[in-house]
Antibody, heavy 119, light 107 residues
Framework: EVQLVESGGGLVQPGRSLKLSCLASGFTFSNYGMNWIRQAPGKGLEWVASISSSSSYIYYADTVKGRFTISRDNAKNTLYLQMTSLRSEDTALYYC????????????WGQGVMVTVSS | NIVLTQSPATLSVTPGESVSLSCRASQSISTSIHWYQQKSNESPRLLIKYASQSISGIPSRFSGSGSGTDFTLSINRVESEDFSIYYCQQSYSSLSTFGAGTKLELK
């Protein structure tokens, strides 16, 4: 069974940093691209970042470029999102999602982890 | 960036009705559109990929169509479990985007 389990969320002050993790199981992690997608409270879905299976291709939404860094460790079956210079507008539920190829859909999603940026 | 415009924002229907949800792209994206359902307090679930391809485990009452800039998600005979929010997403660009969603609610 495919499972994606996010962790690392919490309450953080504006301007500070936080690192999210997504532990994958039930499939060959190194064969899949991975993504972070977020959802602010009561709002829609916003794609945040993607990374290819071998980390060769990485893309970011304009809203986080230069502040967030996506990475992965295929040996540990884990996806990461390093978030710096956090703003109140980064407050959201962050999902990790699997993607077979860069043009594919997101076929499995985690349950999400909440990040709250507030003083 | 490619903008996806979903309409209507809210659709009020009674169970048994058939409905169509629209998603329009700001430029041609071939069939690189995917549809998701999100129920309250749950993660999104993939319903349809590449505009019209079915997904294993998804009821056959869900279908998709379209290409280029105009896409439609159809639900044949809405059931009570279908009342939720539906999002379209494009993967044509390396910078993926989602539509704002259509909320399907009970009339």
């Amino acid at each position: 069974e495919v499972q994606l389990v996010e962790s690392g969320g919490g309450l953080v002050q504006p301007g500070r940093s936080l690192k999210l993790s997504c532990l994958a199981s039930g499939f060959t992690f190194s064969n899949y691209g991975m993504n972070w997608i977020r959802q602010a409270p009561g709002k829609g879905l916003e794609w945040v970042a993607s990374i290819s299976s071998s980390s060769s291709y990485i893309y970011y939404a304009d809203t986080v470029k230069g502040r967030f860094t996506i990475s992965r460790d295929n040996a540990k079956n884990t996806l990461y999102l390093q978030m710096t210079s956090l703003r109140s507008e980064d407050t959201a539920l962050y999902y990790c999602a699997r993607q077979r190829r860069p043009t594919d859909s997101f076929d499995y999603w985690g349950q999400g982890v909440m990040v709250t940026v507030s003083s | 960036n490619i903008v996806l415009t979903q309409s209507p924002a809210t659709l009020s229907v009674t169970p048994g009705e058939s409905v169509s949800l629209s998603c329009r792209a700001s430029q041609s994206i071939s069939t690189s559109i995917h549809w998701y359902q999100q129920k309250s307090n749950e993660s999104p679930r993939l319903l349809i990929k590449y505009a019209s391809q079915s997904i294993s485990g998804i009821p056959s009452r869900f279908s998709g169509s379209g290409s280029g800039t105009d896409f439609t998600l159809s639900i044949n005979r809405v059931e009570s479990e279908d009342f939720s929010i539906y999002y379209c997403q494009q993967s044509y660009s390396s910078l993926s985007t989602f539509g704002a969603g259509t909320k399907l609610e009970l009339k």
